[in-house]
């Protein structure tokens, strides 16, 4: 895995106690040029990507991240940084989610639970340019296209969904992704429509029961 020789490592996820532990073993590994962790300041890792731009960058990322979302820095990582791998590392047990998750393209997606072995095999099968999905995802992964009402939004409406959730306004959501307000108006809508919601709150909570948010 010679190729992986100058790239730098950033786990990014919300558990300290995890991400220092997953470090330590990217660390032993001694496989990157450096490793670095990230919990909750999005701002401090844009500014991290910006001053190593022209770096190779692996980032480990977990899906689950309450303060912000995780597929949006996975389109903020390659915007900046057009070398950037992208490995989701997760304990996601829902196909669905899974399923969205996969539209966004990561290089790896791999179980919390994996051990180093995974790790291992994860990063060989990148360097070689393939993508990989670990054992245990891949037994959680569809093999056949879910029913339309188990995937009622596109990836796009998700990441719109997960700005409502954390109480942006329409302006906002418009500024963070990059549409303007009557995009996203005309998104909401079609979400509502989708999820048979009268409210905001109503689609809110349809997709918190959907484990989509």
Do not use: W
């Not at 001053?51 to 820095?73: G, T």
């Not at 959730?165 to 990059?178: D, M, R, Y």
Request: with cysteine; hydrophobic share 40%.
């Amino acid at each position: 895995m010679q190729s992986l020789g100058n790239s730098v490592a950033i786990v990014y996820d919300d558990h300290l106690l995890f991400a220092e532990t997953f470090s330590a073993v990217l660390e032993k590994l001694r496989l990157f040029k450096s490793v670095h962790i990230f919990s909750d300041n999005e701002q401090a890792y844009r500014h991290f990507l910006v001053k190593h731009f022209d770096l190779q960058v692996c980032l480990f990322l977990d899906y689950y991240l309450p303060q912000n979302n995780a597929l949006v820095l996975i389109n903020e990582t390659r915007r900046i940084n057009k070398k950037a791998r992208v490995i989701i590392v997760s304990s996601i047990t829902t196909p669905s989610i899974i399923t969205h998750i996969q539209t966004y393209n990561p290089h790896g997606f791999i179980s919390k639970s994996s051990g180093v072995d995974i790790v291992l095999d994860c990063l060989r099968t990148i360097s070689q340019g393939n993508r990989y999905m670990c054992p245990v995802i891949r037994e959680i992964a569809p093999t056949e296209p879910l029913a339309a009402d188990e995937i009622p939004f596109t990836a796009r409406e998700i990441e719109i969904l997960q700005y409502f959730a954390q109480g942006l306004s329409v302006i906002e959501t418009a500024n963070k992704t990059h549409l303007s307000k009557h995009t996203v108006v005309a998104h909401r809508r079609k979400m509502m429509r989708k999820a048979q919601a009268n409210s905001i709150t109503e689609l809110l909570t349809y997709a918190r029961n959907k484990e989509l948010i």
